[in-house]
């Protein structure tokens, strides 16, 4: 499976900011998916996933409350609502997709996106 993720940018802390990553390629529903980011200077790291149906999520400590993740399979698309946006949320966003497994390591997944650059600014 092919993803392309898109929507990222530059904002002021406390705003909102919706990424999004579209799949081809492969049925798109078979597919748990999952965000991660990697900040400036740092390693890649978990930022939420969700199951193939969409009925289970997972969410990093860090963006609990404040990201949702969600997805619309009829439009094979996984997309990663983010509010109330702050300074450390500045990072290189990527999506990712697993047939088999999910949840929050980065050897998990077999599929990953080109990432997307959320800058967040004061």
């Known amino acids: 499976v092919q993803l392309q993720a898109s929507g990222g940018g530059k904002v002021q802390a406390g705003d909102s900011l919706r990424l999004s990553c579209a799949a081809s390629?492969?049925?798109?529903?078979?597919?748990?998916m999952g965000w991660f980011r990697q900040p400036p200077g740092k390693e890649r790291e978990f930022v939420a996933a969700i199951t193939q149906t969409g009925g289970m999520t997972y969410y990093a400590d860090a963006v609990k409350g404040r990201f949702t993740i969600s997805r619309d399979n009829s439009k094979n698309t996984v997309y990663l609502q983010m509010n109330s946006l702050k300074l450390e949320d500045t990072a290189v966003y990527y999506c990712?997709?697993?047939?088999?497994?999910?949840?929050?390591?980065?050897?998990?997944?077999?599929?990953w996106g080109q990432g997307t650059l959320v800058t967040v600014s004061s």
């Open positions: 390629g492969r049925t798109f529903s078979n597919y748990n």
């Open positions: 990712a997709a697993d047939r088999t497994n999910w949840g929050s390591s980065v050897a998990t997944y077999d599929y």
